[in-house]
T-cell receptor, first 114, second 107 residues
Framework: DGGITQSPKYLFRKEGQNVTLSCEQNLNHDAMYWYRQDPGQGLRLIYYSQIVNDFQKGDIAEGYSVSREKKESFPLTVTSAQKNPTAFYLCASSWTGRPNTEAFFGQGTRLTVV | KNEVEQSPQNLTAQEGEFITINCSYSVGISALHWLQQHPGGGIVSLFM???GKKKHGRLIATINIQEKHSSLHITASHPRDSAVYIC?????????FGTGTSLTVIP
């Protein structure tokens, strides 16, 4: 079955450490996205990529980095420069440039920095 | 500036009630998703709409592109419908998200 997989579901890290969240899809989607969700707030765009080896910053990219070396994979690194990294992180994928595009969403990773 | 406005923010209903959640957006879209998020965080896409109306079981979603408005209806609500429902317009390049409607259905 096609789908999008995020791992791990829960992640704990010490303050000052970088941490990488995984997102893999086997839907042959062009576009992949990373969002952050804080309590009481909507999902906010961190980074997105519409093609391999290319990505764009979203609204809250500071303190994060991404790579898109393969179409299937879009890992997100939360760096030590991110001032408040504890949050729920959600990955999504979709086709681009097509009308009526359906998106698929991962199960999310809840990151807690202590 | 919020591109997506949802109402109500919180909703409590008795089991069996008919529920409506509204979404207004300001961006030009190619499609709109309604998402469901259960406690624990996982998100599921319930509907993808670009016009008219769709129905899956007890769930109905409608969209009026000219008025930039969509609604999600739940008929005969059940406690298992308790979740956060999120409206997500898609522009063709990116998604925008509402802050969600937290629904609690009481037995």
């Amino acid at each position: 079955d096609g789908g999008i997989t995020q791992s791990p579901k829960y992640l704990f890290r010490k303050e000052g450490q970088n941490v990488t969240l995984s997102c893999e899809q086997n839907l042959n989607h062009d576009a992949m996205y990373w969002y952050r969700q804080d309590p009481g707030q909507g999902l906010r765009l961190i980074y997105y990529s519409q093609i391999v080896n290319d990505f764009q910053k979203g609204d809250i990219a500071e303190g994060y980095s991404v790579s898109r070396e393969k179409k299937e994979s879009f890992p997100l690194t939360v760096t030590s420069a991110q001032k408040n990294p504890t949050a729920f992180y959600l990955c999504a994928s979709s086709w681009t440039g097509r009308p009526n595009t359906e998106a698929f969403f991962g199960q999310g990773t809840r990151l807690t920095v202590v | 500036k919020n591109e997506v406005e949802q109402s109500p923010q919180n909703l409590t209903a008795q089991e069996g009630e008919f529920i409506t959640i509204n979404c207004s957006y300001s961006v030009g879209i190619s499609a709109l998703h309604w998402l469901q998020q259960h406690p624990g965080g996982g998100i599921v896409s319930l509907f993808m709409l670009s016009s008219g109306k769709k129905k899956h079981g007890r769930l109905i979603a409608t969209i009026n592109i000219q008025e930039k408005h969509s609604s999600l209806h739940i008929t005969a609500s059940h406690p298992r419908d308790s979740a956060v429902y999120i409206c997500a317009p898609y522009t063709g390049n990116q998604f925008y998200f509402g802050t969600g409607t937290s629904l609690t259905v009481i037995p």
